[in-house]
């Protein structure tokens, strides 16, 4: 385990969990890798030292926007624009002293609500106060075109030199009024450019948009069914968001001759696969994000496919880095861990299954069974959802994932968890459906 540790920069540790030994003619190394971030989240509400601003004080640390969906289905029923506005005002209470802040709101286009002025504003009670009283202003009325506000909250998080760039999108509608090819063309320019969480409201969204959204963002989503929930929700949004300490951290990884990596996923506390993701970062060497980070604990799953060795050979499968970009161009090493592989005739310790490993890949698993049973079913295959929907119950009921059981349990009868035999229920509610196709990313960590 390596430490990075600096002032004002969140101390990162990494674990690595692994079985290393491989048969003779072995060639896939499986690996967890433990992130962890101390230290972070600590500023106790007051912005970190930065360049002076023009005013005379440090120059915000973080930037935020809220995008609130204002189209016309958000007047049915009328509580769910009154619901979003206090919502919003709780988010905006919520961001502290010195944090830069915009709302938008989003119909067809895209409009400044405050501070209206092309940049954001600092938070200080009088603004957060000004905030408020022009989020009285928003009304429903017009179409859903998301990428407009996600390119509008790019330009003003862009306006101002801040380290955490972050957004916060609600919706209660599918995104009619854009074509898809332009929404992705508006995700490919703003990834990684800042993190957005994401929000629908209601059950009339689409849940593979508005998690593509968030993914393609390395944001959290969710669903509140109920509008009544939304200013909870927002409230625990913007906590987050105000608990990020360092941002733009990504997972390096080396590989020696011979050796390719097959793919890297984020496991906990939700299955994210960033292969596709990676940037090149010298010979042999690999970028990953991972986003912003407070203080939080992430894992991920490595393999790595290396070339066939001799029993009683070893080698270095992967070296893992985390690195932090510099101003200068140059990367700082937060901390390092070293993936190892062993070649053995010992048929005990090759067939040995590390904990972690299993435990991941069954919630990986979990993940895509319970999205292919739910696909299923909309498509009137009912065998084919209750086979999937029941290896998805055999699974969560194995790992412990008692909240992703209990939300299987709205859409199947279990007959027998251990077994995976399910019914499937007659009626379901759209947001029991929504909900569980919504969170069926979410995993729990291997007890210990």
Request: hydrophobic share 40%.
């Amino acid at each position: 385990m390596a430490k990075f540790s600096k002032s004002n920069v969140p101390q990162f540790s990494v674990d690595i969990y692994q079985n290393e030994f491989l048969p003779e003619g072995g060639r896939e190394v499986n690996a967890i890798v433990t992130v962890t971030s101390t230290g972070g989240g600590t500023s106790g509400g007051q912005p970190l030292p930065g360049p002076a601003s023009a005013g005379g004080g440090a120059a915000p640390s973080a930037g935020v926007v809220i995008m609130v969906d204002c189209s016309g289905s958000m007047e049915y029923p009328p509580t769910k624009m009154r619901n979003a506005r206090d919502a919003t005002a709780v988010a905006i209470d919520t961001i502290r002293d010195g944090v830069a802040f915009a709302v938008v709101g989003g119909t067809h286009q895209a409009r400044e609500v405050y501070p209206a002025n092309g940049t954001l504003a600092v938070a200080d009670p009088t603004t957060r106060a000004q905030a408020k009283q022009a989020l009285r202003k928003l009304t429903a009325g017009g179409g859903t075109a998301i990428g407009t506000w996600l390119r509008l909250a790019d330009r003003l998080l862009a306006s101002t030199d801040v380290a955490i760039r972050h957004g916060i999108l609600l919706t209660d509608g599918r995104n009619e009024h854009e074509k898809p090819e332009d929404l992705q063309a508006t995700l490919d320019a703003c990834t990684g450019r800042f993190t957005c969480d994401a929000r629908g409201v209601g059950t009339d969204w689409e849940v593979k948009e508005l998690t593509g959204i968030a993914s393609a963002m390395l944001g959290s989503v969710d669903i509140v069914a109920d509008p009544a929930g939304l200013a909870a929700d927002f409230q625990a949004m913007m906590e987050n968001a105000m608990g990020k300490e360092v941002a733009d951290v990504s997972l390096r990884l080396w590989t020696p001759q011979g050796s390719e990596i097959k793919f890297v996923k984020q496991v906990a506390p939700t299955v994210e696969d960033l292969s596709a993701r990676r940037t090149e970062a010298g010979p042999r060497a690999g970028d990953y994000p991972t986003g912003s980070w407070g203080d939080e604990s992430r894992d991920y799953h490595v393999c790595v496919q290396v070339p066939v060795a001799g029993v009683g050979q070893e080698m270095l499968a992967a070296r893992l880095s985390l690195v932090l970009p510099q101003p200068d161009g140059t990367v700082e090493v937060l901390s390092q861990g070293l993936v190892r592989a062993v070649w053995t005739d010992d048929m005990a310790a090759s067939t040995r299954i590390n904990p972690q490993v299993a435990h991941y890949t069954g919630q990986a698993e979990l993940a895509q069974v319970i999205q292919q049973g739910l696909e299923a079913r909309k498509s009137g295959d009912m065998d084919g959802a209750t086979a999937k929907l029941g290896r998805a119950v055999q699974l969560a009921s194995a790992s412990g994932n008692e909240d992703t059981a209990k939300l299987l349990s709205k859409v199947v009868d279990v007959v027998d968890a251990a077994s995976g035999t399910v019914r499937l229920k007659a009626r379901v509610a759209d947001a029991d459906e929504m909900t569980l196709e919504t969170r069926s990313t979410k995993t729990v960590r291997v007890k210990k």
